[in-house]
């Protein structure tokens, strides 16, 4: 059985890395929400948008797909990109060129990344 002291030193270890995963996502978010010409774009207000989406979508996709499940993950991805839309003050285009962009920044960083070795996109066992 696992010790309290080896328990509590796995959770020590994963809140850094909860906090450093949130940081990057909004940093990547950040970065999209200024290259389509939002004002106001600021660190904060993405990190405010990737945790509230991610909190509210997630809540409505669970409560909704568990009425009527083809809807919920609809509906869950429409108030992640609600809330995106309202922390920015923009449109839906808007918000919805963001989400997709900050995706696409993320997946060319994490090809570089992959390319000079030092990041790997999969774990294969051997």
Known sequence: MYEPAM????SAAAIPGVLLAL???AL???MAVK???IKNASIGK?????VGGGILGALISAIVGAI???LGPILGFLANLWVIKAVFDTGWLRAFLAWI???VIAAIVMGILAFLGI???GVCPS
Do not use: E
């Not at 328990?7 to 796995?10: F, N």
């Not at 993405?46 to 990737?50: D, F, L, S, Y």
């Open 46 to 50: 993405a990190m405010i948008a990737i």
């Open 35 to 37: 290259l389509i010409g």
């Open 101 to 103: 962009l900050s995706a």
């Open 23 to 25: 940081f990057i996502a």
């Open 7 to 10: 328990i509590s030193g796995i």
């Open 68 to 70: 009527f499940h083809p």
């Open 119 to 121: 990041f790997t996109i």
């Open 28 to 30: 990547f978010l950040w």
